[in-house]
């Protein structure tokens, strides 16, 4: 799929920007999104909350199946095989049955929580993530545009998400001259260790092919010493390697090519002392990867050392629980191109120049989806870099679309010199609101967190859609203020931020030059330095820019998604994730338990002490039409009568009464769940419920408390 992408009846298809190469990888399968096909299930989101489910989904939205539940999908092209993103609860497995134009297959598609579920409480900010996994089969037929294709659940809840159609072709065959690794003795069963059958093959085919038939090959500790030599599989869908760890080993004389076939890993944590990646270390200058499938490990490649002129391209790397890909330092002339990337716990494709700067090295034309944690591409340092013709969507927690930064992490570390490329790249909700700042990060980022940016940064041709909340962010995210310099951005098309066009928050400058913004959620800049009195932000207009020339006037608060026209999500849940307190709390059942997003965790107050209030802070004044007020649905919880006043404030000190003491029912056969009619009145920022009784227990109680812009 060379193209940008849009979503037409949830399909990617293709749409080219203007005067550019097209954003994005060429990819062998069509998606199609879970919430634009047919199903008798629910759908959920969008949401944009860090550590829910439709969070991580594409498009942020996605489709959850009970048991005996079905998603249907029209196939959007001829196929044989297909890819299915989905989740299912912690701890669980199970399987779908998988229909083709009504008619059950014999096989069936498992599904499994093994490889998700992801805590890094190291990670200041991170919450429990990476809830989503792919599976694949061949179908064992072929199918054609307008075929359907379903998924139904067996028995485990579970949340699909999209799915890839792919005509996967033949299985390739030997090479001439090249040594099967089952002449060495692999066991393409997996029943056997085929460890040593691998290093036996690469010591005796030095110089030429190391042959990897079809089969599932078990391989139970790294290999190393791989040098001079091609690994080659039958393809990815075809030969499978299954190890926790593939390739280890700090140096390599190089001309190693690693091509057409899958490693599938066993990774289920993220131990950043373990080298538990398909590459980790060096495969040395003059290398390649192509075609490979990589999944379930650490990494995809966590490189270091001499990897001169690498080129790595045309593959899929899947369900990683840190990044996809790292040039950790050293790396010149390296290109990565032509790649998909989905779901990865840290950031997907990243250059961090550690112990000596990346030079002259590029990501052009990747797909990334789905970054749970961190960035979709970010670049920690270097001299002379590139960024070309990506396509991302759908960062999380604690990432942008792209970031270019001087976050050094440790030292030695070389920061951003010469110029760093930014050109004809698409990006689709991207940015997300950062818990360490409690305030948004930009679709695309420069910062200069460690020290001030220096190098010339030239960025042109961006897209940027539907981000949550800024498009173009300059921040010294460490907090030293250091200046954000010499930045161009020149020719960018943004359309429906959340927020504002421009967050400057940092010193420096930066020339505009044919920006053209629409449907701008709250002003067009936000030009307050960090910290207060740090130096200014100078944005020079160098013509051609239109539809952002307002300033966002309260440098004391930040601006919210939908606080201007339009909302990017006026039917989101304005109270979810925000502040909470309260009079007072039992136990662990605390405050924040009713704006979590779980309707099974709650907030308790102080027992036999009525009343008690618990009070939410939106973030900004809205005017909220309707409060949706639940208890845990379990059948456990009996049904009961609380008496509540609702009240609000626009400063959090002076309150009025909205809604006077009324007394709601909660009963477990309707779900537990009461809703309160608002007036709509504006200017309510905090909104406090005050109980006065409960006619099930001496306390107040609230597992979720919602409020929305809608009646």
């Known amino acids: 799929m060379a193209a940008a992408v849009a979503l037409a009846a949830g399909m990617l298809v293709a749409v080219a920007p203007a005067a550019h ?31 829910s489910l ?17 998603v249907e999908f029209t196939a959007p092209r001829a196929a044989n095989a297909v890819n299915l993103a989905y989740s299912v609860p912690d701890g669980q497995s199970g399987t779908l049955d998988v229909y083709v134009n009504g008619v059950k297959l014999a096989q069936t598609l498992t599904v499994t929580s093994k490889y998700s579920y992801i805590d890094t409480g190291w990670i200041p900010g991170a919450k429990q993530h990476h809830f989503f996994d792919n599976a694949r089969t061949l179908l064992g037929r072929n199918v054609q545009p307008g075929d359907k294709v379903a998924f139904e659940s067996t028995g485990t809840q579970v949340t699909v998400d999209v799915a890839d159609f792919e005509q996967v072709a033949d299985a390739a065959t030997q090479p001439a001259g090249s ?73 390599s004389s190089g001309n190693v090519h690693i091509k057409d076939f899958a490693v599938i ?41 001499n990897d001169d002129n690498l080129v790595v391209e045309n593959n899929r790397i899947l369900d990683t629980t840190a990044d996809g890909i790292n040039l950790n330092g050293s790396a010149k002339g390296v290109v990565v191109r032509n790649n998909f990337l989905r779901n990865q716990g840290d950031d997907s494709l990243a250059m961090w120049s550690l112990y000596s700067p990346d030079a002259n090295s590029s990501f052009e034309n990747n797909t990334v989806s789905q970054p749970n944690l961190a960035n979709g591409i970010a670049i920690y340092g270097g001299t002379d870099i590139s960024v070309k013709n990506n396509l991302i969507s759908d960062t999380n927690a604690l990432g942008s679309g792209v970031a270019i930064s001087n976050q050094k992490f440790l030292d030695p570390f070389s920061p951003l010199s010469g110029t760093i490329t930014v050109d004809g790249n698409t990006l689709v909700r991207t940015g997300a609101l950062n818990p360490n700042w409690n305030h948004p990060m930009g679709a695309l980022r420069v910062d200069s967190y460690d020290s001030a940016i220096n190098a010339t940064v030239n960025i042109t041709g961006t897209t940027i859609t539907d981000s949550p909340y800024s498009a173009f962010e300059f921040v010294s995210g460490g907090g030293q203020g ?101 009079t007072g709390s039992q136990d662990v059942y605390t405050p924040g338990k ?35 007020l639940k208890l845990p649905p379990s ?19 002076n309150y009025s009464t909205v809604v006077g003491a009324q007394d ?21 920022r905090y909104l406090r419920l005050t109980v006065s009784a409960n006619t099930g227990w001496p306390a107040g109680q609230f597992s979720e408390v919602e409020a929305y812009l809608t009646s």
């Not at 439709?54 to 079905?70: D, H």
């Open 21 to 51: 190469a097209a954003a994005g990888a060429s990819l062998p399968f069509t998606s199609v999104e879970a919430e634009s096909a047919t199903t008798t299930g629910t759908k959920i989101g969008p949401d944009y909350t860090q550590g």
């Open 54 to 70: 439709a969070s991580e989904a594409s498009g942020r939205q996605a489709v959850r199946l009970a048991s005996g539940q079905r």
């Open 179 to 251: 040594v099967s690794v089952v002449s060495k003795g692999a066991d393409p069963t997996g029943g056997g260790d085929s460890t040593q059958a691998f290093r036996d093959a690469i010591a005796a085919a030095q110089g030429g092919t190391v042959w990897i038939p079809p089969g599932d090959y078990r391989v139970t500790s790294s290999l190393g010493g791989v040098q001079n030599v091609t690994l080659q599989g039958a393809g990815s869908w075809y030969s499978v390697v299954h190890t926790l760890r593939f390739i280890d080993q700090s140096s």
């Open 265 to 305: 890993g066993e990774v289920t944590e993220r131990v950043d002392s373990n080298p538990d990646n398909f590459v980790n270390g060096s495969l040395g200058p003059g290398s390649s990867v192509s075609g490979m499938w990589i999944q379930h490990m650490k990494c995809g490649m966590w490189l270091m050392g």
């Open 482 to 582: 250091y200046a954000v310099k010499n930045v161009n951005v020149t020719g960018a098309t943004v359309q429906n931020t959340g927020t504002v066009v421009v967050q400057a928050e940092a010193q420096g400058a930066a020339i505009f030059k044919n920006v053209t913004a629409t449907q701008t959620g709250a002003a067009g800049v936000y030009n307050c330095p960090y910290p207060a009195n740090s130096g200014s932000f100078t944005l020079t207009d160098g013509g051609g820019n239109s539809g952002w020339n307002s300033t966002w006037s309260d440098c004391s608060s930040w601006p919210q998604p939908g606080q201007g026209n339009p909302d990017p999500d006026p039917n989101r849940n304005l109270a979810k994730g925000r502040p909470a307190s309260a």
């Open 594 to 628: 009713a704006v979590d997003g779980d309707a099974g965790s709650y907030w308790e107050s102080t027992n036999n002490a009525f009343p008690q209030s618990w009070t939410v802070d939106l973030g900004a004044s809205y005017a909220v039409r309707r409060l949706v």
């Open 635 to 653: 059948s456990a919880w009996g049904a009961r009568t609380q008496t509540v006043t609702v009240l609000g404030s626009t400063d959090g000190s």
């Open 664 to 684: 709601y029912r909660f009963d477990p056969a309707g779900g537990n769940t009461a809703t309160v009619s608002l007036p709509g009145t504006t200017g309510l």
